[in-house]
């Protein structure tokens, strides 16, 4: 799992702007990867044809409904 989290990490940055959290605890950060990981495997599923900047823009503001995807999985 840690070697998918450090192959990722330009795709969660380039879509979720990783790097501009101000979280510093490891294990906040470490879990944030794996919540954005999981989500860039479920997101294509619940919305097909969408790239991911489009599905960001879509869901930035309501973060229930990236839960919602997480809980259907």
């Given amino acids: 799992m ?3 989290t450090i192959n990722h990490h330009w795709r969660r940055d380039a879509v979720w702007g990783e790097d ?3 979280t510093r605890h490891p ?12 989500l ?4 294509p599923k619940h919305f097909p044809d969408v790239s991911h900047p489009e599905i ?4 930035h ?9 997480l809980r259907a999985a």
Avoid: K, M
Wanted: aromatic share 8%; hydrophobic share 60%.
């Fill in 2 to 4: 840690f070697l998918f």
């Fill in 20 to 22: 501009r959290s101000r």
């Fill in 27 to 38: 294990g906040a950060l470490a879990a944030l990867a794996l919540l954005r990981n999981a």
């Fill in 40 to 43: 860039f495997a479920l997101l």
């Fill in 56 to 59: 960001h823009e879509q869901l």
């Fill in 61 to 69: 503001s309501h973060p229930a409904a990236c839960l919602r995807v």
